[in-house]
Nanobody, 115 residues
Framework: QVQLVESGGGLVQAGGSLRLSCVVS????????VGWYRQAPGKQRDLIAT???????IYADSVKGRFPISRDNAKNTVYLQMNTLKPEDTAVYYC?????????WGQGTQVTVSS
């Protein structure tokens, strides 16, 4: 069973930066594409950044150029560097395979951006 543990969220002012981390266990991490998802209050959970097993990346328009995604297969970890944060980036951030292949989600990490 896949286990996902996100960390790195917090409260930051607009224009600031955060780095999120997610440790994945229970699957063969290096053969899976993985992504970061976010869910704002009252909204659906959306995929915002994906990194393939070979390092190819795809971004939603809302974060393109601001949130580079990376992975360390030796540590079974995926990262999201969040730069130039905006109040509309406020959400709970989750990682998972992309597309979601297993039923589990982690607890997520809250990111709050103040104006």
């Amino acid at each position: 069973q896949v286990q996902l543990v996100e960390s790195g969220g917090g409260l930051v002012q607009a224009g600031g930066s955060l780095r999120l981390s997610c440790v994945v266990s229970g699957i063969t991490f290096n053969i899976h594409a993985v992504g970061w998802y976010r869910q704002a209050p009252g909204k659906q959970r959306d995929l915002i950044a994906t990194i393939g097993s070979g390092g190819f990346t795809i971004y939603a328009d809302s974060v393109k150029g601001r949130f580079p995604i990376s992975r360390d297969n030796a540590k079974n970890t995926v990262y999201l560097q969040m730069n130039t944060l905006k109040p509309e980036d406020t959400a709970v951030y989750y990682c998972n395979t992309a597309p979601v292949s297993y039923g589990s989600w982690g607890q997520g990490t809250q990111v709050t951006v103040s104006s």
